[in-house]
């Protein structure tokens, strides 16, 4: 399983950014997809989730009603649009397929807001 994130950048508070991760290798019948972040000095953390079976999304509380995970089964792509970013939204950002006890990492895109 592979997966590489791309999209980061700086960018003002309110403005908006689209991540990507490229996925290959990887069970679209089974588990599911996610975004993680970590910032400076903190834990990872779980930004947002979709399941493959369904299609059911899960988000943080922090980021409820301004972040959107989806997936392009045909590009084999999963995306994060944030919108109105805030500056305690700076982090490493992350994707990660997981299956079971099983977690698969990206090697994580930068994502910077002042």
């Known amino acids: 399983v592979q997966l590489v994130e791309s999209g980061g950048g700086s960018v003002q508070a309110g403005e908006s950014l689209t991540l990507s991760c490229a996925l290959s290798g990887y069970d679209d019948k089974s588990g599911c997809l996610g975004w993680f972040r970590q910032a400076s000095g903190k834990e990872r953390e779980i930004v947002a989730a979709i399941f493959t079976a369904g299609g059911s999304t899960f988000y943080a509380d922090s980021v409820k009603g301004r972040f959107t995970i989806s997936r392009d089964n045909a590009k084999k792509t999963l995306y994060l649009q944030m919108n109105n970013l805030k500056s305690e939204d700076t982090a490493l950002y992350y994707c990660?397929?997981?299956?079971?006890?099983?977690?698969?990492w990206g090697q994580g895109t930068q994502v910077t807001v002042s």
């Open positions: 990660a397929s997981i299956i079971g006890a099983s977690a698969y």
